[in-house]
């Protein structure tokens, strides 16, 4: 049967705005060019182009499968021994802020998950903050922020002229922002820069945050990718230590190169264990009328890693190893780089984490993508942990082909008006 457009109910939807992120994903999947390239999302894969699969993650699946577990729904706060794993590895064996009753963790649906429970939870309690993001941020805070009611702005945070952050601009901005504001930060390997808050100039984000009486909510995918498993869960060891609130969000896709199963945790750090538990009753109300209870399977894959002292020495060294892969594809591609343009791009030996800001502009990100199929977010970021000794060279050539492109095109004499 055929339907005049004047009865349908949802003749005025209009179309969302593409995810520049997955979006671009659909469009590398659709692309016909043999040697395309997709730098685009920011997963890890290995020297194969492959997305591993951790030796520990086989190994403790294979286990759970030979149990033979069956499918039970998992409480509304997730798996305990995940709930409790996950806030170990957050926080440490023996951080007072834990032991002193004044943690809640829940299990999420991967990181954005977490992400998207803390919002709906801050929204809760504080429904006129405004929420402060860096400037860039993570593709998807922005649209998950406001999805969840908030205003979103942002603070100064990245310069391209020095490569690095505008550290003292940011300090400013944050002195003047409304009380109670939601301070939005990159725990470690800052999405999508890759330029990173660093050692003291935490004690001054965390006195601003006390000064301000903010709200401190820590994004931290990519644990093990800055300098360590410990090193990069230091900032939140810190703030949980010195602030009376703090909410981070964790993702074990990349650590744990679980992306599909939908790894995550929400940490809320609070004043003390009576809070911690009306807050906990909240988060579960929120998850309970989202999804009602979490997935279990990656959960499960995760508690059993961390509860084996040899396959969490395992786990740790296989983040090791992949950290250190997208170092040396940093060093080689700034090698390959240093061969064929003038420009320096020594700064991507800088950066941290799975991502660089390539500093290529829109248009050049665009023309790359066109013209060679090679995939990266309009903003100039590539993820270089999918670059690997087949494609090096031909991205290296994209890059600077289309340096010099576009090197060509303004040294042509403008047309006359
Ligand atoms: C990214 O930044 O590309 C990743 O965190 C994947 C995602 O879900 O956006």
Known sequence: MNFKKEESLLANVKTAPRDAILGLTETYVADPNPKKVNLGVGVYYDDQGKVPLLECVRRADEALTAAGIARPYLAMDGFPEFVRAAQTLLFG?????????????????GGTGGLKVGADFIRRFAPEAVLYMSDPSYDNHRPLFEEAGFRV??????????RGIRFAEMLEFLRDAPKGSVALLHACCHNPTGVDIRGEQWKDVIKVIAERRLIPFLDFAYQGFGEGVDEDAEVARRFARELPLVL????????FSLYGERVGSLSVVTADSGEAARVLSNLKRMIRTNYSNPPSHGARIVASV???PELSALWRKEVLVMRDRVRSMRRELVERLKKRIPADFGFILQQRGIFSYSGLSREQMVAMRERYSVYGIESGRICVAALNPRNLDYVADAIA?????????????????
């Open 153 to 162: 702005e942002t603070y100064p945070y990245y310069d391209p002229r020095t």
């Open 401 to 417: 082909a289309t340096i010099a492109l576009s090197a060509a095109e303004r040294s042509k004499p403008r047309a006359a008006a």
């Open 93 to 109: 064996a023996d951080h007072p802020a834990v032991s002193q009753g004044r943690v809640t963790t829940v299990q999420a649906v």
């Open 248 to 255: 981070v969000a964790m993702s074990f896709s990349k650590s």
């Open 306 to 308: 961390l509860a084996s």
